[in-house]
């Protein structure tokens, strides 16, 4: 009985161990279903969401939200724009005197109708000199860096206001103004840097800065021109030596000289290289993520012939840029003829004295104004777009010259309806000034790397440079031209401008319709 007993154990114990057994598999292969299941469940639920990004998605992009704007880096912005100031006060500080100056010399032989003349062309002489060589210092720039050729120019700059205020020979003066075109490539050098200083967001803001630079240095430098001009007569206390009756235009030339000393101290102090293949040490690729291989083809592009720079995306922003400032220099020469040519002959007959007061009153509120808005505007609408409305604005500014001379002609004085359309012409004048700086940002956003912004920026100088040397000429000759021989009524020559600014309407719609930062 105990063995029976026994087996029936054995038996039971077996039964037992091959139920776990079936029951472990069933476990094990619950186990791995359910297993599969939930991977199954993932890879549903991972296909929904692509399946719903998917349908939610559109056809076609949507344009990124609105940037957060990088920080300006104001210091080294700061230092940029103080050097900058210093070339427009001494090229204005010779305004008020250079007439004198050439009567003095007897360049005229006592022919003061000459003077103009005699002026002109020493003013023009550095425009000419400039063109020659602008691009050749925005190429050494992209090489060497921008300091050195910043340190050139401003150098240069300082020797010949020197020269100037000691000439006293017609070509002495001719030498001096082709001296400092010749030596001077800042113009193109300090745009390559601020673009390099910023990117598309904050862009604008800083190009909206020079505008207000060179009307501050435009009121400051004739005012120390003046001022300071023949200081014998003066204050002939102070001022007692012979030097000053031999050299009487030499104050003006000195102070703006020692502006000049002050920017080349302030920049190899402060102001910091921006070429990335020049930079400090503490600054290359390790610092800003750019690889050896990158910092290699940026030195290579340096090199790059210009004829392979000159593409569509490059030529047409300079383009443009030549010829606003074809037709920026034409409104600035035959404004101040307007204003001074006698009322008989189509002009407002003002007087020197209030010649300078409009003068100033608009350079100031231009440069207020842009200072204050170009940035929120372009944040609004664009750069292209302010481009196109602001070069839009040049037909009805030339139109309001004519306008002008019939208002006299009809009211027989010049009265408060010529104050009212003045300032009205102020309001047009600075919306078209803002198409400057809408193109420095065309013209820095065209440029594949920063190893050719200052090539290309000197090609746009260059362009510009030539187109300040031939406007003044063909508008004042236009303008003759009309007047003499009664062409459309003496207005022919404001009807070919705008039909030039019809062409630049039709060249500023073959920009790019988004301005993107080489660094995007």
Known sequence: MT???????????????????????????TGRRNLHEIQITRMDTSNSHEIMANETTPLVPVKNSKKLKTPLPKLQIGILISLQLAEPIASTSIFPYINQLIRELGITGGNDAAVGYYAGIIESLFFVAQALTVLRWSRLSDRIGRKPVLAIGLSGACISILCFGL??????????RCLCGFLNGNVGVMKTMMGELT????MAQAFALFPIVWSIGGFIGPLIGGTLARPQDRWPVLFANAF???????????????LFVLAVLMMSIFLEETLPTKRRPKSTSAMLGISSDELLHQQSMAYTPLRSLLTPSVVIPIANYTLIALLDISFIVLLPLLLSTPTHLGGLGFDPATIGSWMALFGITNGIFQALFFARIVDCIGPKCLFCVSVSCYAPLMAMFPIMSWIVHVRGEVDHAITFALLFLMGIQIAWDMAFGAIFMVITASAPTNNVLGAINGLGQTSASVARVVGPTLATSLFAASKEYNLLGGNAVFVVLIMLAGGLRWLASQLRDEVEHKDE
């Not at 000439?167 to 001096?176: D, E, H, K, N």
């Not at 990117?199 to 904050?202: I, P, R």
């Not at 050299?247 to 000289?257: E, G």
């Open 3 to 29: 063995s029976s007993v026994q087996t029936k154990e054995g038996e039971d114990a077996k039964v037992y161990e091959e139920s776990m057994k079936c029951r472990g598999g069933s476990i094990e292969r």
């Open 244 to 258: 000053w009756e031999k050299f009487p235009y030499f104050l003006p030339c000195a102070v703006a000289a020692c």
């Open 167 to 176: 000439s006293t020979t017609f070509w002495s003066l001719v030498i001096s």
């Open 199 to 202: 990117d598309s967001t904050n």
